[in-house]
């Protein structure tokens, strides 16, 4: 008996979309492979750190649509619910693997964080560049920006949240989930203005920004002098 091609098998299927699909997101990422064979080992931790952001955006999106699929929800929930909780998870879980298993220095981890969130937003922009075109240029340098800063707010957000604990695992164990919790409504805030539209729209793209030029001046003119 000869087996029909099901919906799981064939040139059309499934899985041979999920398969091509991969095989493309992962272009960009081959320069970096092959940057990260040329170059001395010391620094080969910052490249895989960096595929690590990536694969998490990837592994994001699959997981985005397996839930909105799963639960049923609209494109408005998808995006203010489903979207910021498994994103910011997923961006924490390669900083959860660096900090148990290497145990690093508050430095490294700081910039383990920023890296992973910095690849993970790259990534994101590419794959909206690819889906949508480069039509609107403007528009997408002003939503890359946005959604960049809002990334590194987010990732950098644990590094800064863990500094005065760092040296207590128990305080750290226990201050992860609530910044991971501000994480996600900042996340979850951050996508609902930007799905309303409009004028709210424009402001959303502006406020990551203005996060982190808050905190960078705070940083350097406050804390630093106490």
């Not at 008996?1 to 041979?16: M, Q």
């Not at 609209?74 to 959860?96: F, G, H, R, S």
């Not at 409009?198 to 808050?214: C, E, K, M, R, S």
Request: proline share 3%; with cysteine.
């Amino acid at each position: 008996a000869v087996r029909r091609k099901g919906k799981w098998y064939g040139r059309n299927s499934a899985l041979w979309r999920f398969f091509k699909t991969v095989w493309l997101v992962l272009i960009p990422v081959r320069p970096l492979f092959i940057a990260m064979l040329c170059t001395d080992k010391k620094y080969r931790a910052v490249f895989c750190i960096c595929f690590a952001g990536m694969t998490m955006c990837m592994l994001s999106a699959y997981l985005n649509t397996f839930f909105c699929a799963f639960y049923g929800v609209d494109n408005m929930n998808a995006t203010t619910q489903i979207a910021p909780v498994i994103e910011e998870v997923m961006k924490l879980l390669p900083l959860l693997f660096f900090m148990v298993i290497f145990e690093p220095k508050i430095e490294k981890f700081r910039l383990a964080a920023i890296i992973t969130a910095v690849s993970l937003a790259t990534f994101e922009n590419i794959c909206y560049l690819t889906g949508n075109g480069a039509e609107q240029i403007g528009f997408l340098l002003i939503r890359g920006f946005g959604a960049g800063a809002m990334h590194v707010v987010c990732g950098g957000a644990y590094s800064e949240g863990l500094l005065l604990v760092w040296e207590n695992r128990m305080l750290r164990s226990v201050c992860l989930p609530g910044i991971l919790f501000v994480a996600i409504v900042y996340h979850a805030i951050y996508n609902l203005l930007v799905s309303v539209g409009g004028t709210l729209q424009v402001i959303a793209y502006f406020i990551p920004v203005t996060t982190l030029l808050l905190v960078l001046f705070l940083k350097k003119n406050i804390f630093k002098s106490a």
